[in-house]
C-alpha cells in the first residue's frame, strides 16, 4: 500500500517484543494461517530476516502437533513452550491447511521438514477418501478413523482443497495437483446441483453421495475463487453469480443460507472476505471488469451497513431493518478483504497481476513487487 513508515515501526515493534517462548497453548491452524503466514509475508515484503527467524522459531514449536499424532493428521492445540498436544478431534481444514506457510518456510531456510509434515498430513486426508473420491468432514487424528458422514466444501473442509491447489500452485508439486483435481472432480459429480438455474453444492454422504442438506455457509463463497485459480472458470463464475444473487436478496450475505428456500439460516454476518475474495480472484484470473464491479457493490454494502462509531462491525441480524450491528471487528476483516479491495481497486505497482498467491488469510506469499 506504500505504507513503508508503517510497516517499518512494525518491525521495528515486533524486534522488540515478539517472542514465542510462551507457557500457553494455541490452536495449530489459527496460529499458522495468521502468524506464520503473516511473518512470512512481512519477511518477503521486507527481507528482514529476523521476520523468517520469528516465523521457524514458531513452526518449530507447532510441530510437536504434527510429530507426536501417530497418523501425521496434526493435533488442534500445541502448548509453546513445552510442545505439550491436545484434542484429536479434527478437520480437513485443522489438518491440511500448511503447505503454503510450512512449504515456503521449508524453501526459505532450506529445510524440508515443514514442507514433508504439511504434506503427509494432507495426503493422510486424501489417502482415506471415500470410494466416491470424498472425504467426510470430522476426523481422529490419533486412529486415522472418520468421526462424521458429511462431505461439505464449506468449513470446517474449505481451506484443505484450497491448499492441495496451493501445494500445486506454489511448489508445483504433481501429487498437490492430483488430490486437487480427484476432489474437484467428485465434488462436481456428487455435489453440485442446479436450483432455479443457480450452481449450489450441498453436504452429502461421503460414501454414498446421497444429499443432506442444502445449507450454503458463507464461507463456502469461496470457492468460486478457488475454481477460477485452478482453471474451472465456467463453474467459477456460474457459483459466484449464484452468490451474487445472495447479496442482492440481502444487500450483505448471512452466515448460513438455505438454496432450497433462498432464505436466511443465520441471520448473521460476521464481516467476511470469502465474497471478495472470489471477486479479487475472478478478476485476476481472466473475469476483468464486472467482477471488480461485484466487489464494490460488496464494499459499498459493507460500508454502509457495518460502519460503527470507531471502525467496522459484525451484524448480528441483516434481515432486521435497520440491520442490528454487533460489536466486534475480526481480525481476517483487516488481513483479508480490506486487502482484497485495495488489490482490486488500487492497481498498485507493488502487486504483480499476473503472478501471484495469496494464502487462505490473504497473506501475499508471490506477488510482492
Ligand atoms: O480466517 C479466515 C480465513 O479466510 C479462513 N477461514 C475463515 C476466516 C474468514 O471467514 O480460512
Not at 37 to 58: K, P
Not at 77 to 103: K, W
Request: net charge neutral; aromatic share 14%.
Amino acid at each position: 500500500m506504500g505504507l513503508d513508515a508503517e510497516i517499518e515501526a512494525g518491525v521495528r515493534w515486533i524486534e522488540k517484543n515478539l517472542h514465542f517462548d510462551i507457557d500457553g497453548e494455541v490452536q495449530v491452524f489459527e496460529t499458522n494461517i495468521r502468524m506464520v503466514g503473516g511473518l512470512l509475508s512481512g519477511w518477503l515484503a521486507t527481507r528482514n530476516r529476523h521476520l523468517l527467524d520469528l516465523a521457524r522459531d514458531l513452526t518449530d514449536r507447532l510441530l510437536p502437533a504434527f510429530l507426536k499424532s501417530p497418523t501425521g493428521i496434526p493435533y488442534r492445540f500445541v502448548n509453546l513452550r513445552t510442545g505439550a498436544v491436545r484434542d484429536a478431534t479434527t478437520f480437513p481444514a485443522e489438518l491440511g491447511t500448511y503447505i503454503s506457510e510450512f512449504g515456503t518456510l521449508s524453501r526459505a531456510v532450506s529445510d524440508p521438514r515443514y514442507y514433508d509434515v504439511a504434506k503427509k498430513a494432507a495426503k493422510a486426508c486424501f489417502d482415506r477418501r471415500s470410494a466416491i473420491d470424498l472425504v467426510a468432514d470430522t476426523i481422529d487424528a490419533e486412529t486415522g478413523k472418520w468421526l462424521s458422514r458429511r462431505a461439505t466444501i464449506g468449513p470446517p473442509s474449505d481451506s484443505y482443497f484450497e491448499y492441495l491447489y496451493g501445494g500445486w500452485r506454489l511448489f508445483a508439486d504433481a501429487d498437490f495437483r492430483r488430490w486437487y483435481d480427484v476432489h474437484a472432480g467428485a465434488i462436481l459429480k456428487h455435489q453440485a446441483e442446479r436450483v432455479d438455474g443457480r450452481l449450489w453444492f450441498a453436504q452429502v454422504d461421503f460414501e454414498t453421495g446421497a444429499r443432506l442438506d442444502r445449507r450454503q455457509s458463507e464461507l463456502a463463497s469461496f470457492y468460486a475463487g478457488l475454481l477460477a485459480k485452478a482453471g474451472d472458470h465456467v463453474h467459477a463464475s456460474d457459483y459466484l453469480a449464484s452468490w451474487t444473487d445472495v447479496q442482492a436478496r440481502f444487500d450483505v450475505l448471512p452466515e448460513g443460507f438455505d438454496y432450497g428456500t433462498f432464505q436466511a439460516t443465520r441471520a448473521s454476518n460476521e464481516l467476511r472476505p470469502e465474497f471478495a475474495d472470489s471477486c479479487l480472484a475472478l478478476y485476476v484470473h481472466g473475469g476483468g471488469e464486472p467482477y471488480r464491479r461485484l466487489a464494490r457493490i460488496h464494499y459499498e454494502n459493507m460500508k454502509r451497513t457495518s460502519r460503527a462509531r470507531f471502525g467496522y462491525t459484525i451484524i448480528d441480524d441483516i434481515t432486521a431493518r435497520p440491520m442490528r450491528q454487533g460489536d466486534l471487528c475480526p481480525g481476517y476483516w483487516w488481513a483479508e478483504q480490506m486487502k482484497y479491495y485495495w488489490l482490486a481497486f488500487s492497481a498498485t505497482p507493488r502487486f504483480d497481476y499476473r503472478k501471484n498467491y495469496l494464502s487462505t488469510e490473504g497473506k501475499v506469499l508471490v506477488g510482492l513487487k
